[in-house]
């Protein structure tokens, strides 16, 4: 069945029977669930979970006490919606280019997503081509921080620095120049997190 938005109570409580599983090695069961969350029913917990597995991100087995099992691969998939260029700005069309797992990493909100990176003005912040950089959408940032820059139509990333009361796109590779930000210019997210593949 395809997934659809997880609401914020479903999220924690999947988020609860992911770090018991993960760091326990063993499932919770509904009572504890129930008593995790100041549930005073089963049957909510119960619905709980029949929504998460109608949303294909568990399953349960019938009679057993310890039976809910996570579904592999469906937690930790944010959308990759492109490329983005680690150099000169390259045009950003926000194309669903597929997904990526990132189960041993983090719990995404909806707000997250991913690029692939090109080009290596980056490299000296440990940001390579053919990495992927996890952005949470926001349309402000703070000095040193690392985001994603609109410049008209295209798209690069770049840290954030204010020099002379003017803000620029700073590379971090001596080898490219900084970017003036200009009315042109904003912000589309935050990099949160680069994710290398071996």
């Keep these: 069945m395809e997934k659809t938005e997880l609401t914020e109570k479903q999220r924690e409580v999947l988020k609860f029977i992911y770090e018991a599983i993960r760091f326990k090695n063993i499932a919770p069961t509904i009572r504890e669930i129930g008593e995790h969350f100041g549930f005073s029913s089963t049957g909510t917990v119960r619905d709980y979970l029949n929504a998460l597995v109608n949303k294909g991100y568990i399953r349960i087995q019938e009679g057993k006490s310890r039976a809910i099992e996570l579904v592999k691969g469906a937690l930790f998939q944010v959308p990759v919606l492109g490329r983005v260029q680690a150099g000169q700005p390259v045009y950003a069309a926000e194309d669903l280019v597929g997904y990526l797992n990132l189960e041993p990493l983090v719990f995404p909100g909806p707000d997250v997503f991913a ?45 954030l620095a204010k020099r002379s009361g003017r803000y620029f796109l700073d590379p971090a590779n001596p080898d490219f120049q900084p970017i003036p930000f200009t009315v042109e210019t904003s912000v589309i997210g935050k990099v949160v997190q680069v994710v290398r593949e071996y």
Excluded at 135 to 153: F, M, S, W
Aim: hydrophobic share 40%.
């Design 115 to 159: 690029l692939k990176v090109r080009g290596e003005s980056m490299r000296d912040e440990g940001i390579r081509e053919g990495d992927f950089v996890l952005i949470r959408k926001q349309d402000h940032a703070q000095e040193g921080d690392i985001v994603v820059a609109l410049i008209g139509e295209e798209a690069t990333v770049k840290k």
